[in-house]
């Protein structure tokens, strides 16, 4: 069945028959990372039923994250999340007034990026939703998973 004990890193765990789904049907996902269940049945089955661990934080904090391990910056504050679950446990400072979550970099062992032009993303929801992704012209999907034996 391939590698098990999987921590992935990705907005959402897509589909329940393409992606990640198929390596959630396989259970050979250990760890999901992201900012919501979405429309993957298997994930949300999983999730719910504790078979799953899964960290769920706030979609620009995800991002960051992502683009703080590629530039090589360990950590950054971010006030999303500030007073809420997410923070919990987390070193917590004030900036100008403002309270502020640290966030660490993601680590990872592997990284896959798909590109997926704007051109194939039609609603306006859409545009929104997925807007903290878009860079150049480009919707990037990041999928970042750390392996252990």
């Known amino acids: 069945m391939g590698v098990k004990n999987l921590t992935c890193i990705s907005n959402n765990a897509g589909v329940d028959d393409f992606g990640l789904g198929l390596l959630l049907q396989n259970r050979q996902i250990k760890k999901m990372i992201s900012s ?15 078979e799953l661990e899964v960290e769920l934080i706030p979609q620009g904090t995800l991002a960051e994250r992502c683009r703080a391990a590629q530039a090589g910056i360990p950590a950054f504050y971010t006030p999303a999340g500030y007073g809420t679950e997410v923070a919990a446990g987390k070193e917590v400072r004030e900036f100008n007034g403002k309270m502020y979550v640290m966030e660490k970099a993601f680590e990872a062992d592997f990284a896959s990026l798909v590109f997926i032009s704007l051109k194939h ?5 859409s545009q929104t939703n997925k807007g903290r992704f878009i860079n150049c012209g480009f919707l990037i999907y990041c999928i970042l998973q750390r392996f252990e034996p």
């Open 36 to 50: 919501y269940v979405g429309e993957n049945d298997e994930f949300e089955r999983q999730m719910l039923s504790g």
């Open 121 to 125: 993303i039609t609603s306006t929801k």
